[in-house]
C-alpha cells in the first residue's frame, strides 16, 4: 500500500535547499496530490513511512511549504489505487490544497499538527454525513482552528490571570503574517475571497449550520443548490463586498470597548456578541491603518480588500465610541473610494454616518459631502429625502460651490433643462461626476426625447453631440443607436443628422425603463 | 374621576350601556392638576397616611369595581383582574402628573402611562376586555404620544446612554427616543386591533382608523414615511374582511384621507394624491378651519401640477396664512413673470420646504414660462398687410431672440439661444404627450428661430 496521509516524518537524505526548489503555486500538480492522499487516507489509517515521502522535511517547520515539486511523483501510483466507496467531494479536495498553499502556511503551526488536524476535521465530516453540507470554502483551515484553539486556551489564561494578551508581545511576527496572508487570499479572489475566509466565514456558517442541525442529510442536496446560487449571485457582484443581511444586533455591553489589538488589518465580520478588546484596534493602531490602506489602494486598487479594511475599521472605531475628526476622515476616505467603484450601498451608508458626525460638529468636509448627498438623492429620485436635505442647508452652505452646483443641478432637472444640466454635468466639483455618470444616462435619453419632439425633420448630430456633452460625435452616434436609434442616423448635404422627425416612440420606452425604479440595494 | 363608589358606579354603568367612550373617560389623564391630585389622594387618604403598597391598592380596586353599585353582569374574574391593573397603572399616573408641572418628570409620565396601555393590551389578548371598549385604547394612545413628545423636548440630546455599538447612530433619533418607542407600541395596539377574528359587530378593527391615525401623525413626525407607507399596504392587504371605510366616524376618515393623500403627494403621484385630499377636503367639517387648511396646503399645490389651474381669491379668502403663501407665486404665474416668480420662490423657500411643498411649487415655472411665451407671441401682433381691406393676420411666427427677450426681462442674467430652445423643446414635448401632434409647432433648427400656430 502506498504511503497516503502526508507524514511528519523527515525523510531521509533530502537536503532541506530542495523545499525552495519549488514553485509556486503549482495548481496543475495539487489537485492531483489531494485525490491521491485523500482517495487512500481512510481507507489506510496506518500510514506507512517511505524514505521517498514527497513532502518536504517537516521537522523544521518555519517555513513549510510544500514541495510541489516533488509531489508530482505520486500521481501514477494514486490512479492504481482501487477507487474507493467515499467519492471526495471537489470542495473538500480544494479544501486540503487550499491548507497546503505556501501563503497559508502556518510558521508556528507544524505539519504534524496539520495533517492530525485536517484529519480530524474531515473525517468528523464523513462520518456525520456532512461532507457536502459543510462549505468547505469558508471552512476554517487547519492551522487556523489550531491557532484559534491556540487563541482561545491563551485567552483563558490572560483572563484569569489579568496579564497581557500573549499576542501583544509578538506583534511584529502576527501581523507580518497576517499581511501576507491576506495579500494571498486577495490575489486569489476567485478561489477564496477575503470576506469567506477566516472569521468572515462564521455567519454563512451559522446560517447553513442551523439548517444541517434540522434535516442534515435530506436537505444537503437543496442546501448546496442554494449555495450555488449563493455563489452565483457573489460573482455577479464581481468578486464585490456583499452584506444584505443583518442579524439583530447584540445587546450594548456595559461601555465602550478599548481596544488592544495591535494588528494593522483584521477582515470584517459582523458582530453577533460583544466585541473583545484583543480582536479590537486601538485609534493609535487604526491610524497606521488607514495610512497603510491609502498606500494599498493607490498601488492595487483592489476594491473588495478595501472596503473590508474599512468596515472592520469603522466597526473598531463604534464600538469603541470613537467619534472624532478621525472617525470622519475614515468614513470620507471610504465614502469617496466607494463612490469611485460606483459601490452606492457602501456609500450610502458612509455618508448616513457622516451626516450624523458632522452634526455633532466634527471637523470633515461636510459641505462636499452635503453636495454629494444631493446628488445621491437625485439620482435614487428621493423625493422626501431631498426635501429634508433642503430644509437643512443654512443660507451659508447653499453659497458653497459644490452645494450651489448640487442645487443648481436639481432645479435644472426640475425644470426640464437639459442644457443648463449638461452644462453642470460638465464642471462637477470634486468627486461629484462619479454620482452624476449614475443619472446621466437616463436625462440624455430624455433630452433626446424631447429633441425629436421638439425638432423637425432632423437635426444635426453635431447638436445633439454638444447639447448632451457627449465627448465625440462618435460617442453621440454611438448612444443613438445603442437605444434602437440606428436607422434615424444618416448623413445629408456632408453631415450626420438625426431624423427626428421619424424617432417616434424610439426612444420613449428607453427611457421609461431608465426612469422606472432605482434600486439602490444592490450593492457591487 | 376619583377613586370610590362614584368611579365603580361610572365604570358599572358605562359596562352595563355599552359606552366605549364613556369608559374611556374614567381613565382620561386629560385633567386639571388639582384634580388629577385628588385621583392621586383618593386612594391614599382612606387608609393610614403611610404610602400605600401597591397590592393594597389593587385589592381595593378590586374591591371597588367587584361591588360596583352598578350590577356587573356576567364579568368574570379575569376581566376584573385586567381592569384593576388599567386602573392601578392609571392611578399611579395620575400621582406623576399631579406634580409634573414641578418635575417636568415628562419621561416617568411617559413610562407609566406606557404600562397602561401594555395593561390594556394585556386585556384584550388575555383578559377578555370586549370590542365596545377600544375607545380606552384611544385615550391611552392619544395621551402616550402627547407624554412621549414632551419627554423628547425635556431630554437633552447629549444623552447618549443608549448608543448601542451599532454601526448607524443618528442624533436625530436619540432627539426622538420616546416618539420612537411610542410609535413601535401603538404598532402593537394596530397589531391588535387588525388581528382580532371576531365578527365585524364586535370587533376591534372598528379602532383600526383611529390607530392609523395616531401612527401617521408619530410617523410623520419621526420623518419616517415609509412606515406609514407599509401601513397602507398592510391595511390594503387586509381590506377585504374590514368594515367598510365609510362607515367609520366622519373625523377618522378625513384624517386619514389628508394623510394618506400627503403620502402619495411626497412620492410625486398627484392624480392619486388629489383624488385623497379631495376626498378629505369634501368629507372635512365645514367649521375644522384648521384641518381645512392643512388640506389645501397640499391640495392647491397638487391642483397645479394636475390641471394646471390656480386658486382662486374666494377659496383662499377664509385662509390668511395660504393666502400668504400662495398668493405671490399665483400671481407671477399668471402673468407669466419668470423672474420675479424666481424671486418669490426664493422669498418662501424656507416656508415651502417645510411644508415639503417646495419641490411641486418649483414645477409652477413651467406654466409662468407658458402664459410669458403666449405673451410674447401676443405682443408679436399682427403680419403685415399685403392688401388694403384684408383682415390682419396674427403673426405665426415667434423669433427665438424674441422669447429670450422675454426670459430675461426682470433680470440682469442673459440666456443663450440654446437654453431658451431647450426650453421651447420642453414645452413642445409637454404638448405632444397628451395631444395628437400638431406639425406646425416646431423648432426649425436653421432658422434658428420656433414657429407657433
Not at chain 1, 460651490?401 to 435644472?412: E, F, N, P, Q, T
Not at chain 2, 361591588?67 to 400621582?95: C, M, N
Not at chain 2, 394612545?141 to 440630546?157: C, I, P, Y
Not at chain 2, 447612530?169 to 418607542?181: A, G, R, T, V, W
Amino acid at each position: 500500500m502506498m504511503p497516503t496521509w502526508p507524514t511528519p516524518s523527515p525523510p531521509q537524505g533530502v537536503p532541506p535547499s530542495n523545499v525552495y526548489t519549488a514553485t509556486y503555486p503549482a495548481p496543475a500538480f495539487t489537485p492531483v496530490q489531494v485525490r491521491q492522499t485523500f482517495g487512500q487516507s481512510y481507507s489506510a489509517p496506518q500510514p506507512s513511512y517511505p524514505t521517498a515521502h514527497p513532502y518536504g522535511p517537516a521537522q523544521s517547520p518555519p517555513p513549510v511549504p510544500t514541495n510541489y515539486q516533488s509531489s508530482a511523483a505520486p500521481p501514477p501510483a494514486a490512479d492504481e489505487q482501487p477507487r474507493k466507496k467515499v467519492e471526495w467531494p471537489d470542495s473538500v479536495r480544494f479544501y486540503v490544497q487550499r491548507s497546503f498553499f505556501p501563503a497559508n502556511m502556518d510558521p508556528t503551526v507544524s505539519r504534524e499538527e496539520m495533517e492530525a488536524k485536517l484529519k480530524e476535521t474531515i473525517m468528523r465530516a464523513s462520518e456525520d454525513n456532512l461532507l457536502y453540507s459543510i462549505k468547505w470554502e469558508t471552512m476554517l483551515l487547519p492551522q487556523q482552528i489550531i491557532k484559534k484553539e491556540r487563541e482561545d486556551r491563551a485567552k483563558a489564561i490572560a483572563y484569569s490571570a489579568q496579564v497581557q494578551n500573549p499576542y501583544a508581545s509578538t506583534p511584529a511576527h502576527i501581523s507580518k503574517k497576517r499581511k501576507s496572508a491576506d495579500l494571498e487570499d486577495v490575489a486569489n479572489l476567485s478561489i477564496t475571497p477575503p470576506w469567506r475566509t477566516g472569521q468572515g466565514a462564521r455567519l454563512e456558517d451559522r446560517v447553513t449550520f442551523s439548517k444541517d442541525k434540522r434535516q442534515a442529510t435530506e436537505e444537503s442536496a437543496d442546501n448546496t443548490s442554494k449555495l450555488n446560487k449563493y455563489e452565483k449571485r457573489q460573482k455577479r457582484f464581481n468578486g464585490g463586498y456583499v452584506s444584505t443581511y443583518r442579524s439583530p444586533s447584540p445587546p450594548p455591553g456595559d461601555g465602550p470597548v478599548v481596544g488592544t489589538c495591535e494588528k494593522l488589518e483584521k477582515n470584517y465580520l459582523r458582530l453577533t456578541a460583544p466585541p473583545k478588546p484583543e480582536n479590537v484596534r486601538p485609534p493609535r493602531v487604526l491610524k497606521n491603518t488607514l495610512e497603510l490602506l491609502k498606500k494599498k489602494w493607490k498601488k492595487d486598487q483592489n476594491y473588495a480588500y478595501i472596503c473590508d479594511q474599512f468596515k472592520s475599521m469603522r466597526q473598531d472605531l463604534t464600538v469603541q465610541r470613537v467619534r472624532d475628526d478621525f472617525t470622519v476622515e475614515v468614513y470620507e476616505i471610504h465614502a469617496r473610494i466607494a463612490l469611485e467603484k460606483g459601490d452606492l450601498g457602501e456609500y450610502n451608508q458612509c455618508q448616513t454616518q457622516l451626516k450624523a458626525l458632522y452634526k455633532l460638529g466634527l471637523k470633515g468636509n461636510a459641505n462636499e459631502f452635503k453636495a454629494y448627498r444631493i446628488l445621491y438623492f437625485i439620482h435614487t429620485a428621493n423625493r422626501t429625502d431631498l426635501n429634508s436635505v433642503l430644509a437643512d442647508l443654512t443660507p451659508t452652505e447653499k453659497k458653497d460651490k459644490a452645494i450651489k452646483h448640487a442645487l443648481d443641478v436639481r432645479s435644472s432637472l426640475a425644470l426640464g433643462n437639459y442644457h443648463r444640466f449638461f452644462q453642470l454635468y460638465n464642471e462637477t466639483p470634486n468627486m461629484g461626476a462619479y454620482l452624476m455618470d449614475m443619472f446621466v444616462g437616463r436625462e440624455r435619453l430624455a433630452a433626446l426625447c424631447n429633441i425629436c419632439k421638439a425638432y423637425k425633420p432632423d437635426v444635426p448630430l453635431r447638436f445633439v453631440t454638444e447639447e448632451l456633452y457627449f465627448e465625440s460625435d462618435l460617442e453621440a452616434a454611438q448612444f443613438v443607436s445603442d437605444h434602437g436609434g440606428q436607422d434615424l442616423l444618416q448623413e445629408k448635404d456632408g453631415t450626420i443628422v438625426i431624423l427626428t422627425g421619424k424617432a417616434g416612440q424610439t426612444f420613449e420606452n428607453h427611457k421609461a425603463k431608465a426612469f422606472a425604479r432605482v434600486d439602490i440595494k444592490g450593492q457591487i | 374621576m376619583e377613586f370610590g363608589p362614584a368611579l365603580y358606579q361610572e365604570f358599572g354603568e358605562a359596562r352595563k350601556t355599552r359606552d366605549g367612550y364613556r369608559l374611556a373617560k374614567t381613565i382620561s389623564p386629560d385633567l386639571p392638576p388639582a384634580q388629577l391630585s385628588n385621583i392621586w389622594k383618593s386612594v391614599n387618604s382612606a387608609g393610614n397616611w403611610k404610602a400605600p403598597r401597591d397590592d393594597d391598592v389593587k385589592a381595593a380596586i378590586k374591591r371597588g369595581l367587584s361591588s360596583s353599585p352598578a350590577r356587573l353582569d356576567g364579568i368574570g374574574h379575569k376581566e376584573i383582574k385586567g381592569w384593576v391593573e388599567v386602573y392601578f397603572a392609571y392611578w399611579q399616573t395620575t400621582g406623576i402628573l399631579a406634580e409634573v408641572q414641578q418635575t417636568s418628570s415628562w419621561t416617568n409620565a411617559y413610562e407609566q402611562w406606557k404600562v397602561l396601555i401594555n395593561a390594556l393590551i394585556q386585556g384584550y389578548n388575555g383578559h377578555e376586555f370586549e370590542a365596545w371598549t377600544i375607545p380606552c385604547l384611544y385615550v391611552a394612545g392619544k395621551h402616550l404620544r402627547l407624554f412621549a413628545m414632551q419627554a423628547d423636548e425635556n431630554t437633552s440630546v447629549n444623552d447618549t446612554s443608549a448608543a448601542a455599538f451599532q454601526d448607524d447612530f443618528d442624533p436625530e433619533l436619540q432627539k426622538h427616543q420616546k416618539l420612537e418607542d411610542c410609535a413601535r407600541v401603538l404598532n402593537r395596539v394596530f397589531s391588535l386591533c387588525l388581528s382580532d377574528r371576531a365578527p365585524l359587530e364586535e370587533s376591534r378593527k372598528w379602532g383600526l382608523y383611529y390607530i392609523i391615525n395616531l401612527l401617521f401623525k408619530t410617523y410623520f413626525k419621526l420623518n419616517a414615511t415609509g412606515l406609514s407607507k407599509n401601513v397602507l399596504r398592510i391595511l390594503t392587504a387586509g381590506r377585504g374582511d374590514m368594515p367598510d371605510f365609510h362607515s367609520f366616524p366622519k373625523s377618522q376618515q378625513v384624517t386619514f384621507k389628508y394623510h394618506e393623500g400627503v403620502l402619495c403627494f411626497l412620492e410625486e403621484n398627484y392624480v392619486e394624491a388629489e383624488k385623497h385630499l379631495t376626498e378629505a377636503w369634501n368629507t372635512c367639517h365645514k367649521d375644522a378651519m384648521r384641518n381645512k387648511e392643512l388640506i389645501l396646503t397640499y391640495l392647491i399645490p397638487c391642483h397645479l401640477i394636475t390641471t394646471h389651474t390656480l386658486p382662486t381669491a374666494k377659496l383662499l379668502e377664509p385662509y390668511p396664512r395660504l393666502q400668504k403663501l400662495f398668493l405671490p407665486l399665483c400671481q407671477c404665474i399668471k402673468k407669466g413673470e419668470l423672474h420675479k416668480f424666481d424671486l418669490a420662490l426664493q422669498e418662501a423657500e424656507d416656508e415651502f420646504v417645510k411644508r415639503r411643498i417646495y419641490l411641486t411649487l418649483e414645477r409652477g415655472r413651467d406654466i409662468a414660462l407658458r402664459n410669458l411665451l403666449r405673451k410674447v407671441f401676443i405682443a408679436g401682433g399682427f403680419e403685415p398687410v399685403a392688401k388694403e381691406g384684408d383682415k390682419p393676420v396674427r403673426r405665426t411666427r415667434v423669433p427665438v431672440a424674441e422669447f429670450a427677450a422675454g426670459i430675461s426681462l426682470g433680470s440682469e442674467e442673459k440666456v443663450d439661444n440654446d437654453e431658451v430652445e431647450c426650453l421651447l423643446a420642453n414645452m413642445i414635448y409637454k404638448v405632444s404627450r397628451n395631444l395628437p401632434y400638431p406639425r406646425s409647432f416646431c423648432l426649425g433648427r436653421q432658422g434658428s428661430h420656433g414657429c407657433q400656430d
